[in-house]
């Protein structure tokens, strides 16, 4: 496999993880109840892919395999509580 077919084949493993963060972080300045903007929305959506990129990773881990269902709810839950809590304000 040369550089480029890995490039590839990363890329296409990230891209739920990147596709589920910024639509994550678009709707809840669409959803969630105005108030103080605690991050921008490309902050948010980075914390959230990273989340994501780490739900994915453990999947490939857990079942040897990508694509499972069950890594695919993990990432649309960790970045949905990522969001959660980033926009919270973390207010003491």
Do not use: E
Request: charged share 10%.
């Amino acid at each position: 496999m040369g550089p480029l077919d890995l490039l590839n084949q990363l890329l296409n493993f990230l891209a739920p993880a990147l596709f589920v963060a910024v639509v994550t972080s678009m709707a809840a300045r669409i959803f969630m109840r105005k108030g103080r903007a605690t991050l921008t929305w490309w902050s948010q959506a980075a914390i959230n892919f990273v989340v994501g990129a780490i739900a994915l990773l453990l999947g490939l881990w857990y079942f040897g395999n990508d694509g499972k269902m069950a890594t695919y709810t993990a990432l649309v839950l960790g970045c949905a509580t990522s969001q959660w809590l980033t926009g919270r304000g973390w207010r003491h």
